[in-house]
């Protein structure tokens, strides 16, 4: 049996003002406020969706968790094997950290409803990219973000491979061209010609 072939990766990535008519619109209805930590966790550490679903601030078995004291963001339990969607620590980002302290007063999970655990965010997610008139936008299009804002940041491959949990090679492939030094020496070497 031939598998289909391979889809070309998706290059749409939100900008600064699109994601902040995101979480506009989701802090703006009351069903879907759970939604405005989900996106601020995605945009500021390129986590995936069901990953940051399982957030708690405590360590548990069946997720990561947030070490508001160290600034690190467990994306797995640390008994979880490890898979090919690869779920790295991270370190947080000040602005990220502060938020997450102040969630962890009066919060067991990083993105909860009526105190208990959010399983799916399909129904607030629909209604937000509606509301932000960005009908195309997927709960995987915050972790493209994050990772093109860091290319946008000229963030040396190793690194962010590193802290966005992926390859080098998939960065190179998908998100290079983002980087403000891609091809830029053979461009320069080009211009010098007469």
Same mark, same amino acid.
């Given at each position: 049996?031939?598998?289909? &072939? ?12 699109? !994601?902040? +008519? ?11 406020? +759970? ?14 969706? &069901? ?23 467990? +994306? ?47 129904? !607030?997610?629909?209604? !937000? ?66």
């Amino acid at each position: 049996m031939k598998l289909p &072939e391979k889809r070309a990766p998706r290059d749409r990535w939100l900008t600064r003002a699109e !994601a902040a +008519r995101l979480l506009r619109a989701a802090r703006s209805h009351p069903k879907s406020r +759970r939604l405005a930590p989900f996106i601020l966790v995605a945009l500021y550490t390129g986590t995936r969706k &069901e990953a940051i679903l399982a957030l708690r601030f405590a360590p548990h078995t069946t997720g990561g968790w947030i070490d508001t004291e160290r600034g690190v963001l467990y +994306r797995k339990a640390q008994d979880m094997r490890e898979t090919k969607k690869r779920r790295p620590p991270v370190r947080m980002p000040q602005k990220l950290l502060a938020h997450a302290r102040r969630w962890k007063r009066n919060r067991t999970w990083v993105v909860e409803y009526e105190g208990a655990r959010v399983g799916s965010i399909k129904t !607030a997610w629909r209604r !937000a990219i509606r509301d932000a008139d960005l009908p195309e936008v997927t709960p995987h299009t915050l972790k493209h973000t994050a990772v093109t804002w860091a290319m946008h940041k000229g963030v040396p491959l190793a690194d962010a491979a590193g802290f966005f949990g992926t390859t080098v090679a998939t960065l190179e492939s998908v998100y290079l061209h983002h980087h403000p030094s891609f091809q830029e020496a053979t461009a320069k070497a080009l211009d010098g010609w007469k």
